[in-house]
């Protein structure tokens, strides 16, 4: 059955998105009902007097709603890259901020067509279909809430408050993380560091059990590699992607390393 023909009639979700936390004041944020073409991580840090909030999914959910109750001090909002499962949801928060590289994408984001997978690449298609997880037509299996329109839904389009750049420093009160510009994945894309705790916010940039895409519109092998060779260089500890779990030192060496060998 249908609602006029447009797409499925789905439930509608009690939550739209699943937080967890992972430890040291950190939340992992996923979209459960979203397929994993298009599902990515968001990361809340939590500090003692500021809050940040490190990509924020499609834009389908109201991120910032469910989250209230972990809210309770002002909200930083950082874009890692201008791809949009990662910024859908930046305009809920008052600052938000991105590297200027993938600026003109974020603040022009209304083109986007995200729920159905006829609007995306075939070649990228093929991909999840080789391994083993083909795309349905319709990439959620419920709706945020009733009377949502599946059909005319857009990435919404943000506009930036803060410019962010190779080396400065978001402060969270107890805690605080340096930018590193990393692109490749995109032109702006950015890892966030945290020396203190060893911890490694990617974004994109580096990803386990995922291929690591540097063949999207807007991106370079070339700049990918040199982003890689910095991140090896860095000691960290824990990192957090814009995909899949979190993981240590020796698995981020291993997706460096094997990058590099792929393309050398």
């Keep these: 059955m249908t609602d006029g023909g447009r797409h499925p009639l789905l439930p509608v979700a009690e939550r739209w998105f699943d ?15 979203v397929h994993a073409y298009v599902r990515s991580n968001a ?9 940040l909030i490190v990509d924020t999914g499609l834009g389908v959910g109201k991120l910032a709603d469910e989250l209230a109750g972990l809210l309770d001090r002002p909200v930083i909002a950082v874009a890692t890259h201008g791809h949009f499962d990662h910024f859908g949801g930046l305009g809920e928060f008052a600052e938000r901020a991105a590297h200027p590289d993938d600026g003109d994408v974020i603040e022009a984001a209304g ?4 729920l159905r997978a006829a609007t995306y690449p075939a070649a990228l298609l093929d991909e999840f279909e ?3 997880e083909p795309v349905p037509d319709l990439l959620v299996d419920a709706l945020p809430a009733e009377g949502f329109d599946l059909a005319r839904f857009r990435t919404p389009p943000v506009g930036i408050t803060r410019w962010l750049a190779d080396g400065d420093v978001i402060d969270l009160g107890d805690r605080s993380f340096s930018v590193l510009h990393a692109p490749g ?4 894309s950015i890892c966030l560091w945290e020396a203190g ?3 490694l916010v990617s974004g994109d940039v580096l ?14 092998p070339a700049d990918f590699a040199a982003s ?3 991140l090896a260089d860095v000691p960290v500890r824990t990192v957090y992607a814009g995909h899949g779990p979190a993981f240590g030192r020796q698995r981020a060496h291993e997706i460096i390393a094997d990058y590099l060998a792929r393309r050398a």
């Design 19 to 33: 937080a967890t936390e992972v430890g040291d004041g950190i939340y992992r944020i996923t979209e459960p009902h």
């Design 43 to 51: 990361w809340l840090v939590r500090g003692s007097a500021a809050h």
């Design 111 to 114: 083109d986007y067509v995200t």
């Design 130 to 132: 080789a391994a083993g």
């Design 185 to 188: 994945h995109s032109p702006g």
């Design 197 to 199: 705790s060893q911890t």
């Design 207 to 220: 990803v386990d059990g995922e291929p690591l895409l540097d063949q999207l519109p807007r991106s370079s």
């Design 228 to 230: 890689l060779r910095r």
